[in-house]
C-alpha cells in the first residue's frame, strides 16, 4: 500500500538532509547549489547555513524568491512503485539576524546531529555566523509544494507533481 501524501511528505522533508536551491542574480543568471537542511515542521521551513559570500547567498540578498528539489532514490518498497520520491517547493528565503543566531545554532546542531559527541564534532564555532562572520544561517519558509504523483506514474509512466496543500497536516 502506498503512503498518504502526508506521510511522504513529512518522510521527506524530515529524513532527507540535501537540498537543492536554485537562485537568480542580480542580472537574472540562474544557480543551483545543494546545502545540508534540517526541517522546522512548526513553521513549514527549512533552516541551513552557507558561506555569506557564496553565490547563492549574494542571490538571496537580492531576490528571496527561491524554489528547491528534494529527491531520494533508496527507499525500496516504501516508496512503492518504484522505490524513489521526491518534492519540488518554493518560497521565500531571508537570513536569520544576529539576536536570533543562538537560538537557531542550537536548533540546526540538535537536530542535524542528535548525538552529542557527534554534534561537538561537527559544530562550528558560533562566531562564524555573528555579524561579520564567514558564514550566515538562512531560513526557508514554503509556501508551495509539489510531490511527485507516484500513481499516476504507476498508471501511465507520466512523470507530473501534485500540488501538496500547506500546511502538511499531522499524519494520523
Not at 521527506?12 to 538532509?17: G, V
Not at 561579520?132 to 511527485?148: A, C, E, H
Request: hydrophobic letters at 35%; aromatic letters at 12%.
Amino acid at each position: 500500500m502506498m503512503p498518504s501524501t502526508t506521510e511522504r511528505c513529512r518522510r521527506l522533508l524530515c529524513t532527507t538532509r540535501f537540498i537543492t536551491l536554485a537562485t537568480a542574480s542580480v542580472q537574472g543568471s540562474p544557480w543551483a547549489s545543494t546545502v545540508n537542511y534540517v526541517y522546522r515542521r512548526q513553521t513549514e521551513s527549512l533552516l541551513w547555513y552557507s558561506m555569506s559570500d557564496s553565490l547563492h547567498s549574494q542571490n538571496i540578498d537580492h531576490d528571496p524568491n527561491i524554489s528547491g528539489s528534494i529527491f531520494r532514490t533508496d527507499l525500496g518498497t516504501s516508496a512503492p512503485p518504484v522505490g524513489l520520491d521526491g518534492i519540488q517547493l518554493s518560497g521565500f528565503a531571508r537570513s536569520v539576524p544576529d539576536d536570533e543566531i543562538e537560538v537557531v545554532y542550537e536548533e540546526y546542531y540538535r537536530t542535524n546531529f542528535p548525538d552529542v559527541l557527534t554534534r561537538a564534532q561537527w559544530a562550528l564555532p558560533l562566531s562564524d555566523f555573528k555579524k561579520n562572520g564567514k558564514r550566515s544561517f538562512y531560513i526557508l519558509t514554503i509556501q508551495r509544494l509539489w510531490l511527485l504523483d507516484l500513481e499516476r506514474w504507476s498508471y501511465d509512466k507520466n512523470d507530473q507533481r501534485i500540488e501538496v496543500e500547506l500546511p502538511i497536516p499531522d499524519a494520523n
